[in-house]
């Protein structure tokens, strides 16, 4: 792997650096053209029948609300960072899902910890479904995941750009393009 590292200078002056490993040059020539296209402000470029899209959110609510952009996400799933939250599960088709677990993801809304909980996640298309806290604090059992059996979900799959899935969800129950999580904390 050959470290490729970019300086970006932005009218504010402030400087961000942005180190990514990478084995081919086209790769390097993609991430130029992307660090292009955040210099003059715009969300596409062209660049050798490349573009490069916005980036998803994802919407968090609970105690407060945040929002996690695809880079944040992708940084912590690179199972190459020591403090990666990447998870794996095999759903009942025997298909492999790659992801985050929902516990790290509700812990990002939760300020104190509430034994009674239930999330809730939604897709862009209106789908939801409710998942009592129980089974997500327990363990990694559910994921949303941006990969499928090791192939990254591509933005031309309905299901872009992340799934719910899990060990015990049946195919229906599994969410297709998640835009949002949803705390619901039980009032006493």
Request: aromatic share 8%.
């Amino acid at each position: 792997m050959t470290e490729f590292r970019i300086r970006l200078r932005f009218r504010e002056s402030k400087r961000t650096f942005l180190t990514m490993n990478t084995n081919t040059h086209k790769t390097q020539v993609r991430i130029m053209a992307f660090c292009i296209a955040l210099l003059i402000g715009t969300s596409t470029v062209a660049s050798a029948g490349t573009t490069f899209p916005e980036e998803w959110y994802l919407n968090l609510s609970g105690d407060h609300q945040t929002t996690i952009t695809q880079s944040e996400y992708e940084m912590d799933v690179d199972i190459q960072q020591p403090s990666n939250h990447f998870a794996s599960v095999v759903d009942q088709q025997g298909q492999v899902w790659d992801g985050m677990p929902l516990r790290y993801l509700v812990h990002q809304v939760e300020d104190t910890s509430v034994p009674d909980y239930s999330v809730t996640i939604s897709s862009s298309d209106g789908r939801s479904i409710t998942l009592p806290g129980s089974e997500i604090e327990q363990n990694n059992a559910f994921i949303l995941a941006h990969a499928k059996n090791g192939v990254p979900i591509l933005q031309t799959d309905p299901s872009y750009p992340l799934v719910l899935a899990g060990k015990d969800l049946t195919e229906d129950m599994m969410i297709t393009g998640v835009s949002a999580l949803t705390l619901n904390l039980q009032k006493n």
